[in-house]
């Protein structure tokens, strides 16, 4: 399925690094999402993005900056990571916020 | 009491049981509600809608208790294919959306 993509698919970083996820959805839809999901862990939601208007977690780190330029691409920065963040990241799309989501093959995370 | 929660499990059943599962949530205003499925290291695929007057797609039927404040997904003829997590999640706010932590099921031969 190509519904929705991710990149990279694994991700090793120092504490120092800066890097970026992408995400991109195929499916025409109006909503964005990013979540973290740990090991023994729900899901977690850190940002939303909805007919441009973004919703976030508040217990979501400065360290993680998400950008979304248009309704198909999302991206999740990264800076000054911590080991704990350590995690798989996923990039989910609906048609709007509340509908099915689709959820891309995530990023698997690992911060040294 | 958390917003949403689920019976982490597992639940250890044999090919062909029928086997359910409830999640239950905390907020009576939650709007919409669905069932996905997890397989090891894989990503959410929607398994199905929850609607207010029930809902069947196959061996799988998933119910909305207002009352009591839960769902429930029942599953009838296990297939080892069945063997996976099963996460709830509760949409209860205009941007706001919870996920249980999931149910494990491991369908035996």
């Known amino acids: 399925e190509t519904g929705v993509t991710q990149t990279p698919r694994h991700l090793v970083m120092g504490m120092t690094n800066k890097k970026s996820l992408k995400c991109e959805q195929h499916?025409?839809?109006?909503?964005m999402y990013w979540y973290k999901q740990s090991a023994k862990k729900p899901l977690e939601l850190m940002f939303v993005?909805?007919?441009?208007?973004?919703?976030e977690n508040n217990s979501v780190p400065s360290r993680f900056s998400p950008e979304c330029p248009n309704s198909s691409h999302l991206f999740l920065h990264l800076h000054t990571l911590q080991p704990e963040d350590s995690a798989l990241y996923l990039c989910?799309?609906?048609?709007?916020?509340?509908?099915?989501?689709?959820f891309g093959p995530g990023t698997r995370l690992t911060v040294l | 009491r958390k917003e949403v929660e689920q019976d982490p499990g597992p639940f250890n059943v044999p090919e062909g049981a029928t086997v359910a599962f409830n999640c239950t949530y905390s907020?009576?205003?939650?709007?919409?509600f669905f069932w996905y499925r997890q397989d090891c290291r894989k990503e959410p695929k929607l398994l199905m809608s929850?609607?207010?007057s029930g809902n069947e797609d196959g061996r799988f039927t998933a119910q909305l208790n207002r009352a009591s404040q839960y769902i429930s997904l029942l599953i009838r003829d296990s297939k080892l294919s069945d063997s996976a997590t099963y996460l709830c999640?509760?949409?209860?706010?205009?941007?706001?959306?919870?996920f249980g932590s999931g149910t494990r099921l491991q369908v035996q031969p």
């Open positions: 999640v509760v949409i209860h706010g205009r941007r706001a959306l919870t």
């Open positions: 907020n009576s205003a939650s709007q919409s």
């Open positions: 989910a799309s609906s048609q709007e916020f509340g509908r099915e989501q689709f």
């Open positions: 929850v609607y207010s």
């Open positions: 499916l025409g839809h109006n909503a």
């Open positions: 993005y909805s007919l441009e208007e973004r919703v």
